[in-house]
Nanobody, 121 residues
């Protein structure tokens, strides 16, 4: 499975961004998808996950602000990020696997390249 992430950028606090991740290859191995992030000097952490039947889960700090969704016809998962805060600044990584919930690094089978999200105060 190959994952291609896009959509990062620079935004002011309170603003919005939408990340996209397109999957290709053995799609059947990517029926669980999600997003992780890694801030400078910090460990990579779970942000949000979605399974093939659109059940979702979120890290507590992003609940109510971020929404993960998927377009199965396009093999693409999205992360809509609203009310962004400076502490959301990180490199965001798309992830895929076969185990639900995909909340830990050990559950990830495939990683996409990161996309930088910077939130200015």
């Amino acid at each position: 499975v190959q994952l291609q992430a896009s959509g990062g950028g620079l935004v002011q606090a309170g603003g919005s961004l939408r990340l996209s991740c397109a999957a290709s290859g053995r799609i059947e191995d990517a029926y669980v998808m999600g997003w992780f992030r890694q801030a400078p000097g910090e460990e990579r952490e779970f942000v949000a996950g979605i399974i093939w039947n659109d059940v979702t889960n979120y890290e507590d700090s992003v609940k109510g602000r971020f929404t993960i969704s998927r377009d199965s016809a396009k093999n693409t998962v999205y992360l809509q990020m609203n009310s962004l805060k400076p502490e959301d600044t990180a490199i965001y990584y798309c992830a895929a696997g076969r185990t639900w919930p995909i909340r830990s690094l050990g559950k990830v089978d495939y990683w996409g390249q990161g996309t930088q999200v910077t939130v200015s105060s």
